[in-house]
């Protein structure tokens, strides 16, 4: 269903790859473009986790979390700084998800994303990560000057919502 996510598709950092942009190029069909445009299936899917946490993370290689928010650790070193990147230029938190994915369960999180980054032009998905819809062509303003380091910001008007 457009605008919906599975559970699958949330990655043990707390990433939910259906609003990656690499994700959402490879599934709404948007060709590869050498350097602009890359092809992901997911990060459970490739069994991989792009975001370079597992290579440091025995419990994550060994299979023995699903998510980080089941490890006493949480926040450890490596996920605080890809939180870190993420609030800074996508206003998105993984921290934040786990949290609420542990004490609110998946379902409510998934329903939340669904909200948070529905495209206003036709109801699918916008990405975390440039504020496009990869299904009807939808953009999102890009900053200025305030907050130097986001990509994307919402526009309320329109109905952005992250
Ligand atoms: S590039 Fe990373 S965040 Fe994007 S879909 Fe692949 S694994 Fe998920
Ligand atoms: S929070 Fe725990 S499970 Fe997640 S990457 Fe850090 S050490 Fe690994
Ligand atoms: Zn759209």
Redesign the pocket.
């Known amino acids: 269903m457009a605008g919906a996510f599975e559970a699958d598709l949330i990655a ?2 707390g990433m939910n790859c259906g609003v990656c942009k690499a994700y959402l190029a490879y599934s709404r069909g948007a060709p590869y473009v050498k350097g602009k445009v890359t092809h992901c299936t997911g990060c459970l899917v490739r069994n991989k986790n792009c975001a370079f ?1 597992r290579r440091d ?1 025995e ?2 290689r060994r299979g023995s ?1 699903r998510f ?1 928010h089941e ?1 006493a ?4 070193k ?2 605080a700084k890809l939180d870190e990147h993420y609030r800074a230029r996508y206003g998105m938190s993984m921290i934040e998800n786990l949290k609420m994915m542990r004490e609110r369960g998946i379902d409510e999180f998934l329903a939340s994303q669904a909200k948070r980054y529905r495209c206003p032009g036709c109801g699918d998905v916008i990405s975390v990560h440039d504020g496009k819809c990869y299904a009807c062509g939808y953009q999102a303003d890009k900053p200025r000057g305030a907050i130097p380091k986001r990509r994307w910001v919402p526009n309320q008007k329109r109905g952005d919502t992250p």
């Open positions: 043990p950092c946490i993370c419990r994550m979390v980080c490890c650790d949480m926040p450890c490596q996920l």
